[in-house]
């Protein structure tokens, strides 16, 4: 048994006797052993610093073994998730080398250019850098270029420190709650946030000015705080002066609007839980002399939500005086002076079944957006097929027109495992002015081989019970593997009653992604569209540097995004966007979210929109975890806020 102790196997595989070593040879050969294990530590700890993203794992192996680390421990090296490599900066002229520099987050250049009267351009920059402490500084300007004239739009500097975010410049949308909104701010804005969920913000500023464009005289400053903790409970309040200068008629946010004066106004909004919903209560008050004299203003506002798997329900009645204003960058309109809205849903069959009763009604102050409106309908699946069909009736009310409006929607599709979706849709209008116009369309969505889909939109319009017009758009995506690129083809024909129903080209874009490297992405898009029989060609260009690229909803306001509506679908755990799922606007227009989960209807005429989502096209055993219906608002000269959908699967809950 000794010798065969002693015995270890060669090369070649015969046994070869080994000598009983001496305890001095044992001792030599273990401080050689553990000064190589220093050294070799110390070099791999060098060597790890600068390339090899590695961390020692040591695990027990029970018991020992031939060739097996003589502590009972196996060495595994895994890949350190916390690992940053360090960066040098590129040798400059009479310099060496210096020191590591911080990781640019995100880089992002885009240059447009629009032939045609004027030649327009337009350029944006945005450029960000994220510290190892969670600090961060970005910088974004855009400019435009028009009649040989140049201007720069907005500049802004951004920087955070911990909870604290500085914004000097242009600054991001404000939301003022019930108060209105700041979407073109110039100023400073300091938001300090926490872990509690609790918002501090202060801002000051000027309303931002447009190229071409009179800017109002006007200056605004206040402070918020929002989600205080009282118990169970939650409160916001809100303090903000205004002042502004006589305004030209021309530039009057409202007619007759012009009259300089200054006030302050202050709100107060709680939040208190309740089972299976909540209750919301707000009120405000103003003090101003917009209307000549210094008066006093009030609006109050009580919500109240109630929602379960199978059903949601969400009240909300505000009511302001008559001298109550909505503070924005262009202009102090007059509030509303009553604003109810409804929601009610109710799924049914396990889900298969959903019907809806939604509706706003608004009166007084922009008159553009003062409406009436109802809808009422539901829909469902054809038993365990992958096919549905749904309703709904709309009553609308314009009070600036004067006109009452009824329309019938019908609709049904199907969307399947393989990709592929079909939607068929069938519209009715008639109001108390005689018309009567009909619409259908139909959406085609096919998924292709290898990553590519192909998308077919035909459309009709009868008006007096007679075809007026026919339109297709035919999109394609194509992706290029062995070039990292994306290849899209989009055409749009239309064919009028005018030019007797003959097809002509209305609009084309070919655009290319690629992605030269895997931190990199460039897109490039031209465009030719036909306005008044003659051809205007635009092209797009951006480059994109990011490690990892944030979706910024604020940027530039241009003429192009009056009426944008922006609808973002997310998952309700970890915020990512969902793909291909169908997004319909008053139940006319329908959208498929791209692959961040974004869908967009632009040009939207002023006044009050339902939004909403098909569940149907959501992703298997997913549902909507609120409302999928819901109000927006579209007003002149002010930008939309973007509507989100979050969705979930439902949480079964067992009670012992």
């Known amino acids: 048994m000794a010798d065969a102790a002693n015995r270890a196997p060669a090369a070649g595989g015969r046994p070869v006797a080994l000598a009983r070593p001496s305890a001095l040879v044992v001792s030599a050969v273990l401080l050689a052993s553990a000064w190589a294990r220093l050294a070799g530590a110390e070099a791999g700890a060098a060597a790890g610093s600068l390339a090899q993203p590695i961390a020692a794992v040591a695990e027990p192996t029970g018991v020992g073994i031939a060739g097996a680390n003589p502590s009972g421990f196996t060495l595994r090296r895994v890949p350190n998730p916390r690992y940053q490599p360090s960066v040098m900066r590129t040798p400059t002229l009479g310099i060496g080398t210096v020191g590591a520099l911080h990781a640019i987050d995100h880089l992002r250049l ?4 629009r032939g045609g009267v004027g030649n327009y351009s337009e350029w944006q920059l945005f450029a960000g850098e994220q510290r190892r402490d969670h600090g961060a500084l970005e910088f974004s300007a855009t400019g435009e270029s028009r009649y040989g004239q140049s201007a720069l739009r907005t500049m802004a500097l ?14 991001p949308n404000i939301a003022l709650g019930r108060l209105g909104s700041l979407q073109r701010l110039r100023g400073l804005s300091v938001v300090n946030t926490s872990a509690s969920g609790i918002l501090w913000r202060g801002m000051s500023g000027v309303p931002t000015p447009l190229p071409g464009a009179l800017a109002p005289r006007m200056g605004l400053a206040g402070a918020m705080v929002e989600n205080l903790k009282l118990d169970e409970s939650s409160a916001s309040l809100a303090l903000l002066g205004f002042g502004r200068g006589h305004v030209s008629p021309a530039t009057a946010a409202m ?53 379960g798997p199978r059903f949601v329900l969400d009240f909300t009645d505000e009511r302001a005086s008559a001298r109550a204003r909505l503070l924005r960058t262009d202009g102090l309109t007059p509030a509303a002076r009553r604003e109810d809205r409804w929601n009610t849903q109710a799924r049914l069959l396990h889900g298969r079944v959903e019907t809806h009763f939604t509706g706003v009604v608004r009166d007084g102050g922009d008159p553009a957006v003062a ?17 549905y069909s749904g309703a709904d009736l709309y009553f609308t009310r314009r009070e600036l027109e004067g006109v009452s409006e009824r329309r019938l929607s019908l609709y049904s599709g199907r969307i399947s495992s393989a990709g592929h979706a079909l939607l068929l849709r069938c519209d009715r209008t008639t ?9 259908a369309a139909a959406e085609l969505e096919l998924a292709l081989a290898r990553g590519a889909r192909l998308s077919i939109e035909p459309r009709w319009a009868w008006d007096a019970k007679q075809a007026q017009q026919a339109n297709a758009d035919v999109r394609v995506t194509w992706p290029l593997r062995p070039f990292a690129a994306r290849l899209t083809g989009f055409l749009s024909l239309a064919a009028p009653r005018s030019d007797g129903f003959r ?30 029989s003659q051809p205007i060609y635009e092209t797009t260009a951006s480059y994109d540097l990011s490690a990892q690229r944030y979706e910024s909803l604020r940027g530039p306001r241009s003429s192009r995004d009056e009426g944008l509506i922006t609808v973002r679908v997310v998952r309700s755990g970890d915020r990512s966007g969902v793909a291909d799922v169908l997004v319909l606007l008053d139940g006319r227009e329908s959208r498929f979210t791209d692959t961040s989960g974004v869908a967009r209807f632009a040009h939207a005429s002023p006044g009050a929109h339902l939004v909403s989502v098909e569940e149907r096209s959501l992703p298997a055993q997913f549902q909507v975890a609120t409302a999928s219906r ?27």
């Open 630 to 656: 819901v109000f927006v608002t579209v007003e002149r000269g002010r930008d939309t806020d973007p509507v989100t959908f979050e969705i979930g699967r439902p949480v079964r809950r067992t009670r012992f």
């Open 503 to 532: 097809p002509a080209l209305h609009e084309a874009a070919l655009s290319v992604s690629l992605a030269p490297r895997s931190r990199d992405r460039a897109d490039i898009e031209v465009r030719r569209r036909d306005e008044s």
């Open 158 to 171: 951004q920087a955070r420190r911990g909870d604290l975010i500085a914004d000097l410049g242009d600054v």
């Open 371 to 387: 409406t009436h409106t109802m809808q009422v309908g539901g829909s469902g699946g054809w038993g365990r097929s992958s096919w």
């Open 110 to 113: 885009q240059v447009a250019q």
């Open 255 to 307: 007619p007759g609007d012009t009259l300089a004066g200054g006030g302050g106004a202050a709100t107060v909004d709680v939040r208190a839980p309740l089972p299976l919903g909540s209750l919301t209560f707000a009120v405000g008050a103003q003090l101003h002399d917009l209307d000549g004299s210094m008066g006093l203003a009030a609006q109050q506002a009580l919500g109240w939500s109630l929602g």
């Open 431 to 439: 109001d108390d002015r005689g018309r009567d116009a009909t619409q």
